[in-house]
């Protein structure tokens, strides 16, 4: 386990994986019945935002545990996908007020915000540019015929 092999793409989606997992305890709407957190008004949308989380830190976890980069690298691609779902999902959930709700609150903001760094960190993940964990082999020269 090397955290060194961290770069920005891994440290934003880490971030983002964070910020949502933070939202989903904090308030996300409030209406004449008090406030509603995510867990109070479960759905789809929750469950894809859980979706787009565990990729966030499944895309953390094998970057830093894997020897080399294809695991990261698929891994980071399904990020794409879940963040990208997430954030759609999270949209409709920040347009839609539920169960009478007159506010957004927080959450709902911190979730937006985590899901758009989940998809940018999970885009600047995949440019896999890192140094190669091994030095390189240098072939020997053929003979000429």
């Known amino acids: ?20 997992i933070v939202s989903l305890f904090e308030p ?15 759905g789809p949308a929750v469950v894809l935002l859980l979706a787009a989380i ?15 980069t294809a695991v990261p690298v698929a891994v980071g691609v399904w990020c794409v996908l879940l963040a990208l779902i997430g954030l759609i999902a ?13 506010t957004r609150c927080a959450g709902v903001w911190l979730a937006l915000a985590g899901t758009v760094l ?3 960190g999970a885009f600047l ?8 964990r091994y030095e390189p082999t240098a072939p020997e020269p053929q003979p000429e015929p």
């Not at 961290?6 to 440290?11: K, T, V």
């Not at 406030?35 to 109070?40: E, I, N, R, Y």
């Not at 565990?54 to 080399?68: G, I, P």
């Not at 999270?90 to 007159?102: F, N, S």
Request: hydrophobic share 50%; charged share 20%.
């Open 1 to 20: 386990m090397n955290l060194r092999w961290l770069r920005a793409g891994e440290l934003l989606a880490a971030a983002g994986a964070v910020l949502a």
């Open 28 to 42: 996300w709407y409030e209406g004449p019945s008090g406030t509603l957190d995510a867990w109070d008004t479960f």
């Open 54 to 68: 565990c990729a966030a830190l499944a895309l953390v976890v094998t970057t830093v545990t894997e020897r080399t």
């Open 90 to 102: 999270t949209v409709v959930r920040a347009l839609e007020l539920p169960d009478h709700a007159t």
């Open 118 to 120: 989940m998809l940018a």
């Open 125 to 132: 993940a995949l440019r896999d540019e890192r140094p190669s």
